[in-house]
């Protein structure tokens, strides 16, 4: 019998070769939000590695969307143009490229993390205002954003769907909007960080609103044969944030707008927050996620052992699984998972003098 981590997915007409896919991993390697080489061999290389899918870093939908200045960006066709090489490449390895579109909120203008992850002021190439739901910092040290205005909120949309055009000119066959990690999509869906008090805020109708207006957009701008997906935090982790239950709703809501599958991740809205991180500790969420809402889902979080992978899906826990930190240390993840689990999968012509027998 199949492992069911080399068994074919369907969603809408696009059909995946496995159930890996690679997690989308901002790589702060950008200048003026244009990739470059780095790109073309990091994502390259994951194709090469046998992953049915590749989803591009959170890619910002504007220039204040970004979390650094080294972001990626979609937000001119230049970019979109620099992709099509990327995306090329993916697909002529057999590897479906996506992409994850994505606005920082109050977490943007900040140092890259290797220089220390600090908020940027504009004389060290940071930028103003820094846009959210609420005036509400992510902590002491960062600036206090600027609450959007209705007018912004409604600029923010079609910047998403403007992103979403120019994300099929740069050769990309799936859309991800991040409404994950403390990002300012997530930022609207938590009560922690949205206190406002017009139709954007309050109640659980009124934070899920800006979102399910950007997937809605999103998904009309995008062809109806391809699929759009969705990445979510199901739990800020604090008492009073935005939860799991929340979180099903929201994604029954989702799948009415028409949103193919749930990218579920957790966490990233406010510091210091104990999380009981241990291998596997989001896929329980995955699992309540796919069963209550009716969705298809993707695991992710210190996935790391084949028999681990195996066992989600065959336990029903997820449609797919995401590899993050796993792939970065192992571009060859899932040629290596087949030869464990037994199943004769292709390998790049040019590798195949060192195929296991």
């Excluded at 070769?17 to 080489?37: K, L, T, V």
């Excluded at 954003?145 to 979403?164: G, H, K, N, R, Y």
Aim: proline content about 8%; hydrophobic content about 40%; charged content about 20%.
């Amino acid at each position: 019998m199949k492992p069911l981590l080399f068994s074919k997915l369907k969603l809408r007409e696009l059909e995946f070769n496995n159930r890996i896919f690679i997690a989308p991993m901002c790589q702060y390697s950008c200048e003026d939000g244009m990739p470059n080489d780095w790109h073309l061999v990091h994502l390259g290389s994951r194709a090469v590695g046998g992953a049915a899918c590749i989803i591009q870093e959170a890619t910002a939908i504007s220039p204040e969307g970004r979390i650094s200045p080294a972001d990626a960006g979609i937000w001119n066709y230049e970019q979109a143009q620099a992709y099509q090489r990327i995306t090329r490449f993916l697909k002529d390895n057999g590897a479906i490229p996506a992409i994850q579109l994505a606005h920082a909120g109050r977490k943007a203008s900040t140092a890259v993390p290797w220089q220390g992850d600090y908020p940027l002021d504009e004389s060290e190439g940071g930028w103003r205002p820094i846009l959210a739901p609420s005036a509400i910092p992510f902590d002491l040290s960062s600036p206090v954003p600027q609450e959007m205005s209705l007018e912004q909120i409604d600029q923010l949309v079609e910047q998403f769907v403007a992103a979403t055009h120019r994300s099929q000119v740069a050769g990309f066959e799936v859309v991800e909007i991040h409404a994950a990690h403390g990002y300012l999509l997530h930022e609207f869906l938590s009560p922690l960080s949205n206190q406002r008090t017009d139709d954007y805020g309050g109640s659980l109708e009124n934070r899920m609103r800006l979102p399910l207006r950007v997937a809605q957009a999103v998904r009309e701008a995008w062809p109806e044969h391809l699929p759009v997906l969705v990445r979510i935090s199901a739990t800020d982790w604090v008492k009073g944030g935005w939860d799991l239950e929340q979180s099903i709703e929201f994604c029954k809501q989702l799948k009415e707008i028409g949103i193919d599958l749930i990218d579920v991740s957790t966490g990233a809205l406010v510091p210091d927050v104990k999380i009981p991180v241990r291998p596997g500790f989001q896929v329980p969420f995955a699992e309540a996620i796919r069963r209550e809402a009716g969705i298809p889902t993707g695991a992710v979080g210190l996935i790391t052992s084949v028999p681990q992978a195996e066992q989600i899906l065959v336990s029903g826990q997820a449609d797919v699984v995401l590899l993050g930190r796993e792939s970065l240390r192992d571009p060859y993840w899932p040629l290596h998972a087949a030869h464990t689990l037994g199943a004769d999968v292709a390998w790049p012509k040019q590798y195949e003098r060192a195929k296991p027998h």
